[in-house]
């Protein structure tokens, strides 16, 4: 079974500051996906990457797939109380149609 | 409405009753996926349905659990016999097809008492 493993858990920061989320595997996915999720919601997609060394930009959100397609990141540059959630990172299993979820982490942005 | 909805919102239930849970996907989405989240924590895949079909329920954590989808359209998950280890936010998803966009119901909180 392929698992992602997403660091860190918890990181709460001050409005204005960056940071960047780590999503690892040593396993190999056709894609990875990224979500934000708020409490009572169900996750929603931020953006998919496909291409090893991909680099996709969201406003202030950067994603990047790592060249061998097992890691991901993802940075925020300013963060702001909105940002606040629960980050997820997803990776489609090479050849199927199943998405193995990260372990999650959770951001708070203090104003 | 046009997203996915699922139902009830919320469940509780005590040690040894059966739950059936609901989700109503995008309508046109042909596939439809079910997930299990335990308290703040990541999505563990459950089962997946292209159409009425499930072509791989090895995700479902023990006999207890089944799910169906009929019409190609709304589908169950049932818990038979709950357990307190069932308590969890069970997601909902659709997308056009397997290989799209995955659009997540608010799913629904189970506590087993």
């Known amino acids: 079974t392929q698992l992602l493993e997403q660091s860190p858990q918890f990181l709460s920061i001050q409005e204005g500051e960056n940071l960047t989320v780590y999503c690892n595997s040593s396993?190999?996915?056709?894609?990875l996906q990224w979500y934000r999720q708020e409490p009572g919601e169900g996750p929603v997609l931020l953006v998919t990457v496909v291409t090893g060394g991909e680099v996709k930009k969201l406003k202030r959100l950067t994603f990047q797939f790592g060249d061998a397609r097992k890691d991901s990141s993802l940075h925020i540059t300013a963060a702001q109380p909105g940002d606040t959630g629960l980050y997820l990172c997803?990776?489609?299993?090479?050849?199927?149609?199943?998405?193995?979820f990260g372990t999650g982490t959770r951001l708070k942005v203090l104003a | 409405g046009a997203g996915v909805s699922q139902s009830p919102s919320n469940k509780v239930t005590e040690k040894g009753k059966d739950v059936e849970l609901r989700c109503d996907p995008i309508?046109?989405?042909?596939?439809l996926y079910w997930y299990r989240q335990s308290l703040g924590q990541g999505l563990e895949f459950l089962i997946y349905?292209?159409?009425?079909?499930?072509?791989?329920k090895s995700g479902l954590p023990s006999d207890r659990f089944s799910a169906e989808r009929t019409g190609g359209s709304v589908s169950t998950l049932t818990i038979q016999r709950t357990q307190q280890e069932d308590s969890a936010v069970y997601l909902c998803?659709?997308?056009?097809?397997?290989?799209?966009?995955?659009?997540f119901g608010p799913g629904t909180r189970l506590t087993v008492l």
């Open positions: 998803a659709s997308s056009l097809d397997s290989n799209n966009e995955q659009f």
């Open positions: 396993s190999v996915f056709s894609s």
């Open positions: 309508s046109g989405h042909t596939a």
């Open positions: 997803a990776g489609e299993e090479t050849g199927t149609y199943k998405y193995i």
């Open positions: 349905f292209q159409g009425n079909s499930a072509p791989d």
